[in-house]
């Protein structure tokens, strides 16, 4: 078991989503940034849907029992009382009743703490308690860190569905120039840049959204929708983000910059 004292900034337990649920209302949910929830399974030996826990930093937790346990994602501050030191995408023992306090996020926007077994219970926990441990996978864990990937900057795109609503050289504008990250939520990635010009009035009845979709509201600054993104939205849609970059969006803190490139 884990005992957790602080969740700290939007944490949470997250598996890798559900999809197929848009006709019901739901996005896929689940880790934001799903490439790094997988590295953590398979750095511990677990099975690729097997749940962790996703912070933004602040988060405590505690230890009744040895538990191995690896850091992903963001780069963070990471202070262990009571047992050995945690790098980034080294898998650790860490000995029953030792504590880890994930701090300061230092470059990217999520960190994800993968356990061996996997956490038990998925969604969100807004206070203190604690989370129950998967059994062991009998498989073997990593015996070497991975290698931290460095952040691009740069984001492919195809040209959206409503690209026809924005003055000609939208799209080629979107991609002319770097965007800086305003904000970002598990919902989606607002962008601050040049705005985007509009070739149409008024706004779209509501439509089918997708992940990674880059919406443009009428102060013609993108936003680019994640994990927790509505199912439908009046907003025409210029691009959509490639799968494959869904994650370079997904670790951009506020204040980073992304490129965009047309496919």
Avoid at 169 to 178: E, H, I, M, V
């Amino acid at each position: 078991m884990i005992t957790v004292s602080s969740w700290g900034i939007a944490g949470r337990v997250v598996g890798p989503g559900v999809v197929g649920r848009a006709r019901l209302g739901a996005s896929r949910g689940g880790a934001v940034d799903q490439g790094s929830l997988a590295l953590a399974n398979r750095l511990v030996g677990n099975a690729p849907d097997a749940a962790a826990i996703e912070t933004s930093g602040g988060t405590v937790v505690s230890f009744t029992r040895p538990t191995m346990v690896v850091l992903t994602g963001a780069a963070a501050e990471v202070v262990v009382v009571d047992g050995p030191p945690l790098g980034w995408g080294a898998p650790v023992v860490l000995p029953a009743g030792a504590t880890l306090r994930i701090g300061r996020l230092t470059s990217g926007a999520r960190s994800y703490l993968g356990v061996r077994g996997g956490v038990v219970e998925r969604g969100v926990v807004e206070r203190e308690g604690a989370v129950h441990l998967g059994a062991d996978p009998g498989t073997p864990a990593a015996t070497v860190a991975a290698a931290r990937p460095e952040p691009s900057g740069v984001v492919r795109v195809w040209p959206g569905p409503r690209a026809d609503w924005f003055a000609d050289d939208a799209l080629s504008g979107l991609c002319a120039t770097s965007w800086s990250v305003a904000s970002t939520s598990r919902v989606g990635v607002r962008l601050s840049g040049e705005p985007l010009r509009r070739g149409r009035d008024g706004e779209l009845p509501s439509e089918g959204m997708v992940e990674g979709a880059v919406q443009v509201p009428p102060d013609g600054q993108p936003i680019v929708m994640l994990a927790d993104h509505p199912t439908t939205g009046g907003y025409p849609v210029l691009a959509v983000v490639d799968p494959r970059d869904l994650g370079e969006v997904a670790q951009a803190a506020p204040g980073t910059m992304l490129r965009f490139v047309r496919l």
